[in-house]
């Protein structure tokens, strides 16, 4: 018998699409209390929410977002994990499923179109029963999200975007933002 091998992939997104992602999920589902084993608190002061609200910007300011955060962040230290960036997974699919592939020397067993055509949003939700995959843009945050907050969350995250390489632009004016 040949033994199996287990491979790990770690997906990771822009910090800032993660904070607003789990906005988004809390709306629709109170089991986030339950990751983590609840540290750092919970979601229930973000319910009824928006992006641009005070609760929010206190949120993404909490132990409990850093904590979250952190779970990718550990992720990424890891050299045995592979890594592939949700930016481009959603441009590219095919390539990028490609490239694990070639990194590990594996074939594909069915052709990597049909899996990617198989596992769209829309089909994901349909198999968990949820409402919370979406194909959306992996810069939703530079839409939503005030210039005055994202320039407090990029120093309050700064190693998570240095880790992930990404940069976010200089905002031309600042938007007051509570913190």
Not at 75 to 91: C, T
């Amino acid at each position: 018998l040949k033994e199996a091998q287990v491979r790990v992939v770690t997906m990771s997104r822009h910090p800032f699409d993660v904070l607003l992602s789990i906005l988004r999920y809390a709306q629709i589902d109170s089991g986030t209390r339950e990751w983590l084993w609840g540290e750092g608190g919970d979601e229930d002061q973000i319910v009824g929410a928006d992006p641009t609200s005070d609760e929010f910007a206190r949120w993404a300011f909490s132990d409990r977002a850093r904590a979250l955060l952190d779970v990718t962040y550990s992720w990424l230290l890891d050299a045995e994990n592979a890594h592939v960036r949700y930016d481009r997974l959603i441009h590219s699919p095919q390539e990028e499923v490609a490239g694990l592939l070639r990194a590990w020397s594996l074939s594909a067993r069915r052709p990597i179109e049909d899996a990617v055509r198989t596992y769209t949003p829309f089909a994901v939700n349909a198999i968990t029963g949820s409402e919370h995959a979406r194909h959306e843009s992996s810069a939703s945050w530079q839409e939503l999200l005030s210039t005055g907050l994202i320039d407090h969350l990029v120093e309050r995250y700064q190693r998570y975007l240095d880790q992930l390489e990404v940069t976010v632009p200089v905002a031309s004016g600042s938007e007051d933002a509570t913190i």
